[in-house]
């Protein structure tokens, strides 16, 4: 319940709704593109893309911190409690974004994406607590199920009322794209207390505080120490953090794309994120499919070369239809890229080591850095060029470096049995 309470948050704030309006009000408020913020002038895409790598180094920062709370402090409902609240309220007071008031704006957005990242710690420690290991895959599935339903029903029910206002009482678009953000606030707390009223208490375990904030980067600096006995596995996430950086910067700034470069309809745009999201799912069977017959290093490098094309086509399209096409494309390989990196991430751990939370929460890290860098090229490309078609040829030598290292790691094709050097 807790995925159906907050990936509204994941679909409707960081990929489509307010993006789009993010867009239109800060260029109607500076009357162009280029916006004010606290004194400095820059493009407001570019802006929307530093917010995000500025947000996202903050949660690499505190992650470690998060995860050792988590092991071992005992107090993950309360934390969690916290940054859902966050996240929720932060929303709600985009409401009060309108443009001019754009450093409001970027603000909170940053904010809620620290509720999200931060509660989403707490939120996969309790996998173990609650089920059992032959379960965690079904328990897990089932969330996401329910978390693509509710972030789809909401969305709809948002471009419903952004279209015809008049059904909520409302004269104008403006106004009730803004209540869509207060719906999505309403949403993940509301639902949120659902998974809050079920999961356990816990007691503390770590009573010294400056040693409960010292764990995680602890167990972190193990990970990266472990690693130099480790070939496989270190070239993988060297591999793995290359394609993430393209990927994550496609799923966070593809609505602004269509948007500026494209002159493209808010309405086509949220069409072709739903194409995405729904065309995603087929894609992450369809490539474990393809895992399963070839091994995982064939399914990863046809979609790493998959996204190179992505890449380069997003510089050559100007039309709707194209874009439609790029967004199938996309979803395919979403899904499957996703959901396949961390299975093979999985299958490269040592198999004699009992730490595996140490492990994941070493590749979150390294997955948020990938954000920060991403999203920071991609912006500081556009600042350089003045267009997006540049920044998405950026994108492609990341996927090109990754695809080089990618094919020198050798991959188990089950739980990992690969030796220690």
Not at 44 to 56: A, W
Not at 230 to 237: E, G, Q, S
Not at 389 to 407: H, P, Y
């Amino acid at each position: 319940m807790y995925d159906w309470a907050n990936s509204v948050y994941s679909l409707v704030i960081t990929t489509t709704i307010f993006p789009i309006y993010f867009n239109a009000v800060t260029k109607n408020a500076f009357h162009s593109e280029f916006v004010q913020f606290f004194g400095f002038k820059l493009s407001n895409t570019v802006l929307y893309s530093y917010s995000l790598s500025c947000s996202f180094l903050l949660i690499a920062i505190l992650s470690p911190i998060l995860s050792g709370i988590a092991d071992y402090g005992g107090k993950k409902k309360t934390f969690m409690k916290f940054f859902t609240f966050l996240g929720g309220i932060s929303c709600i007071m985009l409401y009060f974004f309108t443009g001019a008031n754009i450093e409001f704006g970027i603000i909170f957005a940053a904010l809620a994406s620290v509720g999200f990242a931060g509660s989403m710690v707490f939120y996969n420690a309790y996998l173990p607590i609650i089920t059992t290991p032959d379960r965690y895959d079904i328990v897990s599935a089932k969330g996401y199920s329910l978390g693509y339903a509710g972030s789809v029903i909401l969305l709809i029910f948002n471009l419903i009322t952004i279209a015809k206002p008049e059904l909520i009482g409302l004269t104008d678009e403006s106004a009730a794209t803004r209540i869509s953000f207060v719906m999505v606030g309403i949403w993940w707390i509301g639902f949120a207390q659902i998974t809050f009223y079920f999961l356990p208490n816990e007691q503390h375990f770590v009573h010294n505080t400056i040693d409960l904030l010292q764990r995680g980067y602890q167990e972190i600096n193990k990970v990266f120490k472990s690693l130099k006995g480790l070939r496989h596995l270190k070239v993988y996430l060297i591999s793995f953090f290359f394609y993430n950086m393209g990927v994550q910067t496609v799923i966070y700034l593809a609505a602004l794309f269509g948007d500026k470069e494209l002159k493209l309809p808010a309405e086509n745009l949220i069409i072709t994120i739903l194409i995405i999201q729904i065309v995603a799912i087929g894609g992450s069977y369809v490539f474990a499919k393809i895992s399963s017959w070839k091994g995982n290093k064939v399914s990863l490098s046809i979609m790493v070369i998959i996204w190179i094309m992505v890449c380069a086509y997003a510089y050559f399209l100007h039309t709707a239809t194209q874009f439609y096409i790029l967004g199938f494309v996309v979803g395919m390989v979403m899904g499957g890229i996703q959901s396949l990196s961390r299975a093979t991430y999985s299958k490269l751990i040592p198999s004699n080591t009992s730490n595996y939370t140490s492990y994941f929460s070493f590749y979150d890290v390294l997955e948020k850095l990938s954000i920060v860098l991403g999203t920071f090229v991609y912006g500081f490309v556009e600042q350089l060029t003045g267009t997006m078609r540049n920044s998405t040829l950026a994108l492609s030598t990341f996927f090109i470096i990754a695809l080089i290292f990618l094919v020198t790691v050798k991959i188990p094709k089950s739980s990992s049995r690969l030796p220690s050097a």
